[in-house]
């Protein structure tokens, strides 16, 4: 069973920072891309960033600048730093690992973690 356990979420001030953290069962993570994404009420579900197995990155432009995303393969584990929160980075944060195998997508999600940014 595969699984990802979430952890870091709170409620932060406008400029302050937190470090999400979301670890893997250990037969899946490194070889396949790790990502978080995040939900508001109301609005879909949006990629904040991901770091394939080679640490390649991705950022949403919402983001760049002020999140990094990091992989720790010994840990199992992969991290979203993010600094100067504002309010609009209020959502609940998934984590996600993905793995495309010739034509078959393999996708699982963590429960989610609750960030809010409010003074």
């Known amino acids: 069973q595969v699984q990802l356990v979430e952890s870091g979420g709170g409620l932060v001030q406008p400029g302050g920072s937190l470090r999400l953290s979301c670890a893997a069962s250990?037969?899946?993570?490194?070889?396949?891309?790790m990502g978080w994404y995040r939900q508001a009420p109301g609005k879909q579900r949006d990629l904040v960033a991901d770091i394939a197995s080679g640490y390649t990155t991705t950022y949403a432009d919402s983001v760049k600048g002020r999140f990094t995303i990091s992989r720790d393969n010994a840990k199992n584990t992969v991290y979203l730093q993010m600094n100067s929160l504002k309010p609009e980075d209020t959502a609940v944060y998934y984590c996600?690992?993905?793995?495309?195998?010739?034509?078959?997508?393999?996708?699982?999600w963590g429960q989610g973690t609750q960030v809010t940014v409010s003074s």
């Open positions: 996600n690992a993905f793995k495309r195998i010739g034509i078959i997508d393999y996708k699982h």
């Open positions: 250990r037969r899946i993570f490194s070889t396949y891309t």
